[in-house]
């Protein structure tokens, strides 16, 4: 845990070597990389944290994307973490490149990040969250049970996930339970509403896509390529919105590739 001025940042550490930091989406928490954490620990020196309002970490005074950037600033000093590799999702995809545009990180891997969408796509997604987030407030006792089928899973979950069949019927629903709990999430949504990513990333960047993505759709990977064009872009079959759950091995490979490309 890292207590900074106006935030407490929780965190998970593993691994040795050069720092990796793994920024989760909005109403997620740490536990979102679990897929990919012990690979990536066995050549980096891995923090997956919370993100402020989100999981275990205090909320903030603010939402906004230089909010987020100034918290995550002062972890890195705080920790000591000189110019570490991030790799983020969704919003922490967001996050992510916008550390990198402001020279704080060695290197960026951006899983469907954020920013790239039209008016109304952004709204679109929202209602998908909100939507889950209210799926959130059934009980565990009636929400396990309900997902045990596989059958079950895709109906629910098809929208987070690509192939959430093959999902332990616990995740979906703590992942549900993240969006419910998440102090952050309607004050991120409400501070989102005129966001686009316009910077220019610093160091080797690497943005993924799900092609079955259906929270931020595939022509929002477009728009990315067309904005990041001295980018590394890999569109991922089969993958949803979390390709780290789809396809952990991949997406493990893709962050290494991103950061052994750094100076």
Known sequence: MATLPGVTIVYERRG?????????????RWQAWDPVLDHLAKFHDVIALDLPGFGQSSRMARY??????????????QRGLDRPHVAGSSLGGA?????????HVASTTALAPAGFWRFSEKNYALA???FHRMLGYMPKSAVVPFLSTPRRRRLTCWAMYGRPELLDPSVPYEDLRGLRQGSGFLPVTWASRGYSYTGSPQGPVTVVWGAKDRILPRR????ARVQLPDARHVLLPGCGHLPMHDAPDLVAQLILDTTGGAV
Request: aromatic share 6%; charged share 15%.
């Open 220 to 223: 929002q990977a477009e728009r």
């Open 128 to 130: 998908i969250l909100m």
């Open 64 to 77: 906004d994307m230089p909010a987020f950037v100034d918290a995550l600033a002062g972890f890195f000093d």
């Open 95 to 103: 996050v992510a490149l916008e550390l990198a545009a402001a020279g």
């Open 16 to 28: 040795s070597g050069s720092p990796l930091v793994l920024l989760h989406g909005i109403g997620h």
